[in-house]
């Protein structure tokens, strides 16, 4: 069974950044693709970043040149750099690990953005 548990959201001030890390159990992490999605009330959860097994990256428009997606094989982890936060970035972010037609999420942890 894969588990995923993230850390690192909190309250930050815009302009500001955070990094969120998700640590992935299981023995085929070298093989997932590891991403960050996020959610907020009453609209889709939507793809932030992603990046495959070997090391290619996709970003949402809306978060390119800002965020930086990272994957650490030493600790089966995933990490978001957020920098240049804005307001509209709150959400609950979610990582998730993808291998053929099995998707694992993690419980999800707040950003929120706010002076």
């Known amino acids: 069974q894969v588990q995923l548990a993230e850390s690192g959201g909190g309250l930050v001030q815009p302009g500001g950044s955070l990094r969120l890390s998700c640590v992935v159990s299981g023995s085929r992490f070298s093989l997932y693709i590891l991403g960050w999605y996020r959610q907020t009330p009453g609209k889709e959860r939507e793809l932030v970043a992603e990046?495959?097994?070997?090391?290619?990256?996709n970003y949402a428009d809306s978060v390119k040149g800002r965020f930086t997606v990272s994957r650490d094989y030493a600790k089966k982890a995933v990490d978001l750099q957020m920098n240049s936060l804005k307001t509209e970035d709150t959400a609950v972010y979610y990582c998730?690990?993808?291998?053929?037609?099995?998707?694992?999420w993690g419980q999800g942890t707040q950003v929120t953005v706010s002076s």
């Open positions: 990046i495959t097994n070997n090391g290619s990256q």
């Open positions: 998730s690990a993808k291998y053929w037609l099995n998707t694992y």
